[in-house]
């Protein structure tokens, strides 16, 4: 049973358009999230991060917004650049577990 | 640079000959974790040291093995390990905060 769900698998975006990804999630014990960015041959690196008492996160160019009552999260690129193609990794946690669990990633190619 | 550094990054083992991949970190973070992740698949948490406390996830089999000497190192031990055990390793540290900082990677092949 997959608790953190990304279902698509890949998406792409013309250099300049907003890129949009996007998460959903089943347990409700989850309250932070986070997104990761993955390159290859490297490991994930960390994006940007909301907790469940926000329903919006802004960092430059990516935004993270949150829907509790739909258990689903997305994360915003504008505009997107070619060196945001990477495979993109939602991930959740619950309070105090330190444990967290991934999506299987959506893989990004924007398009010069 | 504080960073987490595996090693090494490519591991080729014979079935059922013991492999151990090793993981530092210099930022003195208090958790360490390992994940499996398989190709198009999401990283899969094995276990991971809170400080000295081991937890092991419930679904992770017991030819996995873990060893944290210090708080810059930790050790994953595959004891005989499968073809299904092909896999990159990751290793993440991470401190009070939520966020995770991940190394490159090891990537095992095993024949």
């Known amino acids: 049973d997959q608790q953190v769900k990304q279902n698509s698998p890949s998406l792409s975006v013309q250099e300049g358009r907003i890129s949009i990804l996007n998460c959903d999630y089943t347990?409700?014990?989850?309250?932070?999230f986070l997104w990761y960015k993955k390159y290859p041959a490297e490991g994930p690196t960390f994006l940007i991060s909301?907790?469940?008492?926000?329903d919006k996160n802004e960092d430059g160019r990516f935004t993270v917004f949150l829907n509790k009552s739909a258990k689903h999260l997305s994360l915003h690129i504008v505009p997107s650049q070619p060196g945001d193609s990477a495979v993109y990794f939602c991930?959740?946690?619950?309070?105090?577990?330190?444990?967290?669990?991934f999506g299987t990633g959506t893989r990004l190619k924007v398009l010069a | 640079d504080a960073m987490v550094i595996q090693n090494p990054r490519y591991q080729v083992t014979q079935f059922g000959k013991p492999v151990t991949l090793s993981c530092s970190q210099t930022?003195?973070?208090?958790?360490m974790y390992w994940y499996q992740q398989k190709s198009s698949q999401a990283p899969k948490l094995l276990f991971h040291?809170?400080?000295?406390?081991?937890?092991n996830e419930a679904d992770t089999p017991d030819n996995f093995q873990s060893r944290r000497p210090n708080t810059s190192f930790c050790f994953l031990d595959i004891r005989s390990p499968g073809l299904g055990d092909a896999a990159m390793y990751l290793c993440?540290?991470?401190?009070?905060?939520?966020?995770?900082?991940f190394g490159p990677g090891t990537r095992l092949t095993v024949t």
């Open positions: 991930a959740a946690s619950s309070s105090g577990t330190y444990k967290y669990i």
């Open positions: 040291y809170y400080d000295k406390d081991f937890n």
């Open positions: 347990n409700s014990m989850f309250d932070y």
């Open positions: 993440a540290t991470s401190s009070h905060s939520y966020e995770q900082y």
């Open positions: 930022l003195n973070h208090n958790v």
């Open positions: 909301i907790s469940s008492i926000k």
